[in-house]
C-alpha cells in the first residue's frame, strides 16, 4: 500500500519520519499537492512571456524561500533570457531548379534570424548526405567542401540507422549527430544560408504532421546582441517525395543517392540549380525566466549536483474550441513538484550534502530547451565545478514499477551509478525502447551534456500509460487526475535523491565513455580544474 507522509508540524506525524537523523521520506501529500496547484487553471498553461508565465515565477520563488533554498544565480532567484518569438507567413514558395514547392504540403521553412524578411537569393544547392562532421566516428560529409551561401539538403538521424550496422556511429540508437538540431548548428558554423532535412518518419521518430504543425506557429528563440543575424535564412523540412521528384527531375536516383550517402567516404553533390525562397516574419521581442535554487554544501561547497525540470507548457490557445488550456500536468508540472519534493527532502536532513545542490527549473523546453541553453551559455558557477545533472521531464503516475528507463547507452559512467541504485530497490534498467527516437537528445539536461557536463534524464511519456501519448499529450486533456497513484513518482523521487546523495558526499567525478560526443568538452573543462 502506497504510504503518505505529512509535514514535520502536521498532527498524526508519521514514527518512521524520525526514524534517523538523516532519513528522510517521499511525501505523497506535499507531492500530490504541488501537482495539482501548478497544473491548475490559474497558471494558464505556463507559457513563456504569458501572465501564466508570471503567476508560475512567483509560486516557484515563493516555494523555495518557504523551503530555506537560497537563491542560486548570483545572488537572486531568477535568470533573466532574452527570447524573442517569430513566426512565419505561410504565403511562402520555395523554387529549387525547375520546381515550386508549396509550404505544408512540400516544405516547411523558419528562421531564427529578428527580421521582417529572409531571403534564398540564387542560392546554390547541395545535397550533402547526412550532413556531419563527425571525428569520433571518422565521419565528415563536409570534406573539402565550401558551402558558405549555400542551401543544403541532407538527411534525418545519422547512418547507423540507416545501415542498421551497430559498428556504425551506434547502429539504431540516434546519436547527437542525428538530431536536426546538430545539422542546422553545423551549417551555421559553416556559413551556409538554407538548410532543408528531408523528412522520414521512421528515422525522424514523428511524422510530418508533427514537423508541419510545429513550423507554422509561433517559435521562441534566444537573441544575441546582432539580433541572430548570423542564423540560417531558411531551416526546414522537406517531403521525402518532394525531395525524390526533384531528384528525378535532375536525372538523379534519390535512392541511390541516399544509400550512398550511409557509406564511409561519400561525397556531396552538387545539384546543379539555385534555390529561391522569401520569407515574411513576424517577431515579438520579450524576457523570459529561469528559476535557480541553491542548497549549499560544507567541506566540497563549490561542487554542484545539478537537479532540473521545465516549468513551461503551451498556455492557452486561440481557435481552440472548448477547454483551451494546455495545462500541462504530466509535461511537466509532475517535474516541477519532483524537484520541489527533492529540495524537501533535502532540506530535512540534520547533515547537509558535503557539494551543493543547484535546483533549476528552466524555461522554454518545448520550443527548443531554450532556458537551458541560457543557463549553459552563462551558468551561476562553471561548468567544470559540476559534477552531475538529473534532470526530471515527466514522471509516472499509475503506480510502482520493477524497472528504470535509461535513455542513452553506453555513454556515461552516471548509467552505472543509476544501475546501482536501481539495485538497490529491487528494480532493474529497461532500456529506450526506440533509441532511434533520439530522447536523450530532446530535453534540458542536452544543453548541458554540450557542455561536457554528465547528466541523467527521468521521463516517462506514456511508458507506463500508452493512452497518454494517443490522447493527452500536448493536448489541452493533459489535466491533474484523481485517478493518479504515487508509488512511482515515490520509487523515483528516492532513487534521485539517493543519487544526488551519494554524488554530493563523494569526490568521484563521473566521466564520459570512450566515444561519446560530450567527452572532448568534459575533458577540456576538467583540465582546469
Known amino acids: 500500500m502506497l504510504r503518505k507522509y505529512l509535514f514535520l508540524g502536521c498532527i498524526g506525524l508519521s514514527a518512521s519520519v524520525l526514524a534517523t537523523p538523516d532519513k528522510v521520506v517521499f511525501s505523497a501529500d506535499n507531492y500530490q499537492q504541488q501537482v495539482k496547484t501548478i497544473a491548475s487553471d490559474a497558471f494558464e498553461g505556463r507559457a513563456p512571456m504569458s501572465a501564466g508565465e508570471e503567476k508560475t515565477i512567483q509560486y516557484l520563488v515563493q516555494e523555495l524561500k518557504a523551503l530555506g533554498v537560497q537563491p542560486g544565480y548570483f545572488g537572486d532567484f531568477v535568470q533573466k533570457v532574452p527570447m524573442a518569438g517569430i513566426a512565419a507567413s505561410q504565403d511562402m514558395q520555395l523554387k529549387m531548379g525547375p520546381l ?5 504540403k512540400d516544405f516547411v521553412s523558419r528562421t531564427q534570424q529578428v527580421a521582417s524578411r529572409t531571403e534564398l537569393k540564387s542560392s546554390a544547392v547541395v545535397f550533402v548526405g547526412y550532413g556531419i562532421d563527425a571525428p569520433e566516428y571518422s565521419w565528415n560529409d563536409y570534406q573539402g567542401l565550401d558551402v558558405k551561401g549555400k542551401t543544403l539538403l541532407m538527411l534525418v538521424n545519422d547512418p547507423g540507422y540507416a545501415t542498421q550496422d551497430p559498428e556504425v556511429f551506434r547502429g539504431n540508437a540516434m546519436t547527437y549527430y542525428g538530431r536536426w538540431t546538430y545539422k542546422y548548428e553545423e551549417a551555421i558554423r559553416r556559413g551556409a544560408a538554407g538548410v532543408f532535412i528531408v523528412h522520414e518518419t521512421g528515422a525522424a521518430g514523428y ?11 509561433t517559435k ?12 540560417l535564412e531558411a531551416m526546414g523540412w522537406i517531403q521525402t517525395d518532394s525531395t525524390r521528384a526533384l531528384f528525378t527531375q535532375l536525372g ?14 561519400f561525397k556531396a553533390v552538387d545539384l546543379g540549380i539555385h534555390a529561391d525562397l522569401q520569407t515574411r516574419h ?5 524576457e523570459s525566466r529561469n528559476v535557480i535554487g541553491l542548497i549549499p554544501g560544507t567541506s566540497r561547497a563549490d561542487e554542484y549536483v545539478v537537479l532540473s525540470a521545465h516549468w513551461d507548457g503551451f498556455g492557452k490557445k486561440v481557435g481552440v474550441k472548448g477547454d483551451n488550456i494546455f495545462n500541462a500536468a504530466v509535461d511537466n508540472a509532475t517535474g516541477v513538484a519532483g524537484v520541489l519534493e527533492l529540495a524537501r527532502m533535502l532540506k530535512q536532513r540534520k547533515q547537509p550534502l558535503q557539494r551543493s ?19 549553459a551559455a552563462q551558468p551561476p558557477v562553471p561548468t567544470k565545478n559540476m559534477v552531475a545533472l538529473m534532470n526530471i521531464d515527466s514522471m509516472n503516475m499509475t503506480g510502482e514499477s520493477d524497472y528504470v528507463i535509461q535513455y542513452g547507452q553506453g555513454l556515461q559512467e ?15 534498467i529497461k532500456p529506450d525502447a526506440n533509441p532511434q527516437n533520439g530522447l536523450f537528445f530532446r530535453s534540458d539536461h542536452f544543453a548541458l551534456a554540450k557542455q561536457g557536463v554528465p547528466g541523467l534524464l527521468f521521463m516517462d511519456l506514456g511508458d507506463s500509460d500508452p493512452d497518454y501519448i494517443a490522447n493527452r499529450y500536448h493536448k489541452p486533456s493533459d489535466e491533474f487526475l484523481d485517478s493518479w497513484q504515487y508509488g512511482g513518482v515515490r520509487q523515483d523521487l528516492e532513487l534521485i535523491y539517493t543519487l544526488t546523495e551519494k554524488l554530493g558526499n ?9 566515444g561519446a560526443e560530450f567527452k572532448p568538452a568534459r575533458d577540456a573543462d576538467l583540465a582546469t580544474r
Not at 252 to 265: C, I, N, R, S, Y
Not at 357 to 375: H, I, P, S
Not at 416 to 424: K, R, S, T
Open 100 to 104: 515550386t514547392f508549396k509550404p505544408g
Open 207 to 217: 511524422p510530418w504532421s508533427v514537423v508541419e504543425s510545429g513550423a507554422t506557429g
Open 220 to 231: 521562441f528563440t534566444l537573441v544575441d546582441d546582432n539580433d541572430n543575424a548570423g542564423e
Open 252 to 265: 538523379l536516383d534519390f535512392d541511390e543517392l541516399k544509400a550512398a550517402a550511409a557509406q564511409p567516404g
Open 282 to 286: 513576424w517577431h515579438q521581442m520579450g
Open 357 to 375: 545542490v543547484l535546483l533549476a527549473f528552466f524555461t522554454a523546453e518545448e520550443t527548443g530547451l531554450l532556458g537551458a541553453q541560457a543557463f
Open 414 to 428: 552516471l548509467e552505472d551509478w543509476l544501475a546501482d541504485a536501481a539495485v538497490g530497490q529491487n528494480r532493474h
Open 506 to 514: 563523494s569526490d568521484a567525478w563521473p566521466a564520459w565513455k570512450v
